[in-house]
């Protein structure tokens, strides 16, 4: 049997990370490379996690690929590839909302082609191919988001693939409660982290970052991460993150309500019931 070839499209951190983590595995897949940075395809191929540099119009010719590019750029990227994929390959992606991209991979690839929606839960606030690495994966989660079309043998391929980079929990979820669940658990902490150093930033009067090594420097680390991913997931959200976003106010209002009435007791079961649920995370 011929060895399987996939391609992958965006080679930064998530891209270039499945790349390097799939690299002299056994029965891994031949692995093509492309992204819109030439020097990024160079540093690909010259770290070995890449076996060749191609162009989007030559990926099509791989049995699978996997779109790893910002949301926004993805559903432009899913329109051209999946109606030049050959019948019985498939087309993914790893963004991390999913009922656009989803309805457009199935709209794209309806000659033949499969579309599986697809969301590894890693990453790190870096971005770009320095940032890639093959341990990025390693027992973390990943989430296939299928429909009543997606076809089973479809997914086992994406999941294999994934599992063969790291990913020890496989799950399945629907489009939608994953666009829910996710405004809140991953989408409104990164709003609100970059609203906090915003408001830092437009301050009138000067706060001197160096004493920021506690709580604003570890509650902010993820502001660092790559504006345009951010912008395309919250555009791309937008319905599901301001539903959050409107929770998340009534919650801060409840707080200055509390510290305005100088309400120790309220404080207290406020920040106890918020320990309470911060703790279980680290036990599950």
């Not at 093509?32 to 990024?40: I, L, V």
């Not at 570890?218 to 395309?232: H, L, V």
């Amino acid at each position: 049997m011929a060895r399987e070839r996939v391609g992958i499209l965006g080679l930064g951190l998530i891209g270039g990370s499945l790349a390097l983590a799939l690299k002299g595995k056994r029965g891994a897949p031949e692995v093509w490379g492309c992204d819109r940075r030439k020097e990024t395809v160079r540093r690909a191929l010259s770290a070995g996690a890449i076996s060749r540099g191609c162009t989007e119009a030559q990926l099509p010719a791989c049995d699978m690929v996997i779109v790893c590019v910002p949301v926004l750029r993805a559903m432009g990227a899913i329109r051209r590839l999946g109606p030049r994929m050959r019948p019985g390959a498939v087309l993914t992606d790893a963004g991390s909302v999913k009922s656009g991209i989803v309805r457009e991979g199935e709209r794209a690839a309806a000659r033949g082609a499969f579309f599986v929606g697809g969301h590894p839960i890693a990453g790190t606030e870096a971005s770009g191919f320095s940032a890639a690495d093959p341990a990025l994966f390693h027992g973390r989660s990943f989430i296939v988001t299928p429909t009543l079309r997606t076809d089973a043998g479809a997914i086992l391929r994406v999941e294999r693939i994934w599992k063969r980079a790291g990913s020890a929990v496989l799950l399945r979820m629907d489009p939608k409660i994953h666009d829910h669940v996710f405004a809140y658990v991953s989408h409104l902490p990164h709003a609100v982290a970059y609203a906090l150093v915003h408001s830092v930033a437009t301050l009138s009067s000067r706060v001197p970052l160096g004493y920021s090594a506690g709580g604003f420097r570890d509650f902010t680390r993820i502001a660092s991460s790559n504006p345009e991913m951010w912008k395309d997931i919250v555009l791309e959200n937008r319905t599901e993150l301001l539903r959050a976003l409107s929770h998340y106010r009534r919650n801060l209002a409840l707080l200055e309500r509390r510290i305005v009435a100088g309400d120790a007791a309220g404080l207290l079961e406020y920040f106890a019931r918020a320990k309470k649920t911060r703790d279980g995370l680290l036990s599950s």
